[in-house]
């Protein structure tokens, strides 16, 4: 997984990174129905290609590398992967 969005982003939901992201794989936008639905933002693991734009975007540092994610947070790894995994 190239990069995870983690618990900073609850209740922010800030979509300054969504503006930046060459790819589109963050979700949910503004645009879509279902983002009041949910907490925080994901990444989309298929279709992120790594090119950290949207980590320096992140107002409140919520977006990391997979590998520099702090332990505490490893848990969002699995919170991100399930989110698209229950969208395809």
């Known amino acids: 997984m190239p990069h995870v969005i983690a618990e900073p982003c609850i ?3 800030d979509t300054s ?3 930046v992201c ?3 794989c963050i979700h949910p936008t503004k645009n879509e129905q279902e983002f009041g ?3 925080q933002l994901y990444i989309d ?4 290609i790594d090119c950290g734009l949207c980590v320096d975007e992140c107002p409140v540092k ?3 590398p997979e590998e520099d ?8 790894v699995q919170i991100n992967l399930d989110f698209y995994k229950n969208k395809k």
Not at 45 to 48: A, E, L, R, V, Y
């Open 11 to 13: 209740g922010t939901k």
């Open 17 to 19: 990174c969504v503006e």
């Open 22 to 24: 060459p790819v589109d």
């Open 37 to 39: 639905a949910f907490d």
């Open 45 to 48: 693991p298929d279709t992120c």
């Open 62 to 64: 919520a977006i990391f």
């Open 69 to 76: 994610l702090p332990g505490e947070w490893k848990k969002y």
